[in-house]
């Protein structure tokens, strides 16, 4: 009886295995494949060669890894600051930023894009490069915040003020005793708003100008006209790359207890 | 010392008033105010009643909640096989259910042409065995993306809220005499439901709210409640009607956080 229930156990998993993979391994074939149909013209480098060449799909490149890059590290700065302030406030005060805190990762992405995009009109801004990084700080603090508040949480406040006690100046006992405490959190933080940025596609479509592309908006412009195969290729080298991303992150950080909300 | 140091939480207060506060107000004030004139009106949200608008309202909430139950079905068998494994090398196993998550989503998506339009493999395959029509563009076709996508959204919170049973709750169960059946529905079922209602939010919100996957699979012909909602802000450009319509969804998000709150207090089914 109990093997039996194993062995369907073990069914089970394969065949959702199969289910998550099948596509992406279709996809990698296919980014390999001669012809531009479905049929398998035999083995061929062509598509990441037209990927190569390609300056929209290199632009692209060069948005999302600056956007990711940038909106990340400025996150990552308001976040710890922000940490540090609102280790300081108590009660509803802290409630109240908390829950704010909050909103963009709970709330649907499409609501989320929708009035950012709906702010920058307002403004005056140029949709654009500048737009999609502010969208992108916006949604990327959170993640941030979360991560580096159980730290500060946890530390213990008297080596601060020890070291403070001792003649260090605010700064100093900062750069000294608090980060090298929060410093895992405020990694992971880092990691976590970075491939957040670079994973999403809704709240740069509605945040970014016709002239500008990340991956994610290329592929979906190209993807609408049909089946683009250099897009197989590009697939496969992003997916790659998250491998190879995650396989590094899980390595360095062991603190990744932070909320991950549905990023679509 | 401790007074001066909260100021520091005032910059992000300002970026989140004019990025996260304001922005949602100017949905409701679109949402409720009429294009040209600026009159206060509810037309834009009674918009919702418009034949067209309101089957793509329907459509997402059926598709939207048999994803989440279809996902559920799948994951919570997963997720129990996974906490019984996790003595062993449950580690990479979860890693491998969860690494297509890494992927891009719009790519996640894409690869299902690759396989379900003309020429595909599953298209093939179900012509080979007399299956008439495309597969792209049905209901069905939409529904397979969503599962895909989402799953993962799912197996994480259920296996998080089940690899935090302590075994030896199961144990004490079965010492009183429960038999595997019981111990599956009276502790672990209930021990187990924050992660549940967490796994639904996090796959019934987006699912529907989307409009990608039904603009990649649904071949132009399904037409989801995010796709006219998209349609309004970036072609049509009728952002009021846009906005007036995110307010009725933003009444169905708004509720199932409500019951996600409600049951989930610790946050901790989320953890990822």
């Given at each position: 009886?109990?093997?039996?229930?194993?062995?369907?156990?073990?069914?089970?998993?394969?065949?959702?295995?199969?289910?998550?993979?099948?596509?992406?391994?279709?996809?990698?074939?296919?980014?390999?494949?001669?012809?531009?149909?479905?049929?398998?013209?035999?083995?061929?480098?062509?598509?990441?060669?037209?990927?190569?060449?390609?300056?929209?799909?290199?632009?692209?490149?060069?948005?999302?890894?600056?956007?990711?890059?940038?909106?990340?590290?400025?996150?990552?700065?308001?976040?710890?600051?922000?940490?540090?302030?609102?280790?300081?406030?108590?009660?509803?005060?802290?409630?109240?930023?908390?829950?704010?805190?909050?909103?963009?990762?709970?709330?649907?992405?499409?609501?989320?894009?929708?009035?950012?995009?709906?702010?920058?009109?307002?403004?005056?801004?140029?949709?654009?490069?500048?737009?999609?990084?502010?969208?992108?700080?916006?949604?990327?603090?959170?993640?941030?915040?979360?991560?580096?508040?159980?730290?500060?949480?946890?530390?213990?406040?008297?080596?601060?003020?020890?070291?403070?006690?001792?003649?260090?100046?605010?700064?100093?006992?900062?750069?000294?005793?608090?980060?090298?405490?929060?410093?895992?959190?405020?990694?992971?933080?880092?990691?976590?708003?970075?491939?957040?940025?670079?994973?999403?596609?809704?709240?740069?479509?509605?945040?970014?100008?016709?002239?500008?592309?990340?991956?994610?908006?290329?592929?979906?412009?190209?993807?609408?006209?049909?089946?683009?195969?250099?897009?197989?290729?590009?697939?496969?080298?992003?997916?790659?790359?998250?491998?190879?991303?995650?396989?590094?992150?899980?390595?360095?950080?062991?603190?990744?207890?932070?909320?991950?909300?549905?990023?679509? | 010392?401790?007074?001066?140091?909260?100021?520091?939480?005032?910059?992000?207060?300002?970026?989140?008033?004019?990025?996260?506060?304001?922005?949602?107000?100017?949905?409701?004030?679109?949402?409720?105010?009429?294009?040209?004139?600026?009159?206060?009106?509810?037309?834009?949200?009674?918009?919702?009643?418009?034949?067209?608008?309101l089957r793509a309202l329907i459509l997402s909430l059926v598709l939207s909640v048999i994803c989440t139950l279809v996902c559920l079905l799948i994951a919570y068998p997963v997720a129990l096989i996974l906490r019984r494994a996790k003595v062993k090398k449950s580690g990479f196993v979860i890693f491998i259910f969860i690494l297509p998550m890494w992927m891009n989503f719009l790519l996640r998506t894409y690869a299902w042409l690759n396989l379900l339009d003309d020429g595909g493999l599953i298209f093939t395959a179900l012509k080979a065995l007399g299956f008439q029509g495309n597969i792209i563009g049905t209901n069905g076709a939409v529904?397979?993306?969503?599962?895909?996508?989402?799953?993962?959204?799912?197996?994480?919170?259920?296996?998080?809220?089940?690899?935090?049973?302590?075994?030896?709750?199961?144990?004490?169960?079965?010492?009183?005499?429960?038999?595997?059946?019981?111990?599956?529905?009276?502790?672990?079922?209930?021990?187990?439901?924050?992660?549940?209602?967490?796994?639904?939010?996090?796959?019934?919100?987006?699912?529907?709210?989307?409009?990608?996957?039904?603009?990649?699979?649904?071949?132009?012909?399904?037409?989801?409640?995010?796709?006219?909602?998209?349609?309004?802000?970036?072609?049509?450009?009728?952002?009021?009607?846009?906005?007036?319509?995110?307010?009725?969804?933003?009444?169905?998000?708004?509720?199932?956080?409500?019951?996600?709150?409600?049951?989930?207090?610790?946050?901790?089914?989320?953890?990822?």
């Amino acid at each position: 009886m109990k093997k039996l229930a194993s062995f369907f156990g073990k069914a089970w998993l394969a065949l959702v295995f199969v289910f998550l993979y099948a596509p992406i391994v279709t996809l990698i074939v296919y980014s390999f494949n001669e012809g531009k149909g479905r049929k398998w013209a035999g083995f061929s480098l062509v598509w990441y060669e037209r990927m190569l060449h390609s300056s929209a799909i290199g632009d692209a490149v060069v948005n999302t890894l600056s956007i990711a890059l940038l909106s990340a590290l400025i996150a990552t700065v308001l976040g710890v600051i922000s940490c540090i302030g609102l280790s300081a406030l108590k009660g509803r005060a802290k409630a109240v930023y908390m829950s704010i805190n909050n909103i963009p990762l709970l709330n649907s992405d499409l609501v989320t894009g929708l009035s950012l995009m709906l702010v920058f009109v307002a403004v005056g801004l140029s949709f654009g490069y500048s737009t999609v990084l502010l969208a992108h700080i916006s949604f990327n603090v959170p993640y941030v915040i979360l991560s580096v508040m159980p730290r500060i949480r946890s530390m213990n406040q008297s080596t601060y003020e020890a070291a403070v006690d001792l003649g260090a100046k605010p700064i100093r006992a900062f750069f000294a005793v608090t980060v090298p405490e929060i410093l895992p959190g405020v990694i992971s933080g880092f990691l976590m708003a970075f491939t957040m940025s670079l994973d999403d596609f809704i709240i740069t479509h509605f945040t970014k100008g016709p002239g500008i592309n990340t991956i994610s908006t290329l592929i979906y412009s190209e993807v609408r006209r049909g089946i683009q195969p250099s897009m197989n290729a590009l697939s496969t080298v992003m997916f790659l790359s998250a491998i190879l991303l995650l396989i590094l992150t899980n390595v360095i950080p062991k603190d990744r207890r932070v909320k991950q909300k549905a990023a679509d | 010392m401790t007074n001066k140091k909260k100021w520091l939480a005032l910059p992000y207060f300002v970026w989140m008033v004019g990025f996260t506060l304001i922005p949602l107000v100017l949905i409701a004030v679109y949402g409720l105010t009429e294009r040209g004139s600026g009159a206060f009106t509810f037309s834009n949200v009674l918009s919702i009643f418009q034949e067209e608008h309101l089957r793509a309202l329907i459509l997402s909430l059926v598709l939207s909640v048999i994803c989440t139950l279809v996902c559920l079905l799948i994951a919570y068998p997963v997720a129990l096989i996974l906490r019984r494994a996790k003595v062993k090398k449950s580690g990479f196993v979860i890693f491998i259910f969860i690494l297509p998550m890494w992927m891009n989503f719009l790519l996640r998506t894409y690869a299902w042409l690759n396989l379900l339009d003309d020429g595909g493999l599953i298209f093939t395959a179900l012509k080979a065995l007399g299956f008439q029509g495309n597969i792209i563009g049905t209901n069905g076709a939409v529904l397979l993306g969503m599962v895909y996508n989402y799953l993962p959204f799912m197996i994480l919170p259920l296996y998080n809220s089940l690899t935090a049973i302590d075994d030896q709750v199961l144990n004490a169960a079965r010492d009183l005499g429960a038999n595997e059946r019981k111990v599956l529905t009276r502790v672990i079922f209930p021990l187990s439901f924050p992660g549940v209602v967490s796994g639904i939010t996090m796959v019934f919100v987006p699912s529907l709210t989307t409009f990608v996957v039904s603009d990649l699979l649904g071949g132009r012909k399904i037409l989801l409640i995010g796709n006219i909602i998209e349609s309004e802000f970036s072609i049509a450009s009728n952002r009021h009607v846009g906005a007036g319509l995110s307010l009725v969804l933003m009444i169905f998000i708004l509720i199932s956080m409500a019951i996600l709150n409600h049951y989930d207090k610790t946050g901790e089914a989320n953890a990822i």
